[in-house]
């Protein structure tokens, strides 16, 4: 598992922040579980930005214009990286073997979270699971609790 990079008393909205899209999301996502979750979100003020894994804005759209299509996504995602079978690793382990949070901005009430997902894993069958992406969550801090507001995912991902 990884660790929080945020101090909890030098920067607790970075570790909160860290902590529900590190943390809770990957567990939640390696059960299959949408209710451990789903109090992130502001549903009233969701969108889900895909970017089609292109720099160039004009190939993005808005595809989840609802919490609950980014959700039936989410769950549908999560049953089919459950059947993958890794070599030597749990399904937890390789999520957390791929993902990292390590940039978080915050201005105010608005926080930009810079999630990365990169490397390549072993599969049972001899394939592999690989490839870089990242996602940008946006959230407000609402009745002084961070929510997801929206991102913009299948963001390419280039690394030095």
């Not at 190939?59 to 995602?77: F, T």
């Not at 791929?98 to 049972?124: E, M, V, Y």
Request: net charge negative.
């Amino acid at each position: 598992m990884q660790h929080n990079p945020f101090d909890l008393q030098a920067d607790p909205d970075r570790h909160y922040i860290w902590d529900h899209l590190i943390r809770i999301d990957s567990d939640a996502w390696v059960l299959g579980d949408w209710a451990a979750i789903e109090n992130d979100f502001a549903a009233d003020r969701f969108e889900g930005i895909r970017c089609n894994h292109s720099h160039n804005p004009d190939d993005w759209v808005i595809a989840m214009a609802r919490v609950e299509d980014y959700r039936d996504g989410w769950l549908a995602a999560s049953r089919d990286f459950l059947k993958k079978q890794f070599v030597g690793l749990t399904h937890r382990e390789a999520v957390y073997r791929r993902c990292r949070l390590t940039q978080i901005d915050i201005n105010g009430d608005r926080a930009l979270a810079h999630k990365k997902f990169s490397g390549t894993l072993p599969l049972a069958d001899g394939s592999t699971l690989s490839g870089s992406r990242q996602t940008l969550y946006r959230l407000h801090r609402i009745e002084g609790v961070w929510k997801i507001v929206g991102f913009l995912g299948q963001l390419p991902l280039d690394e030095a």
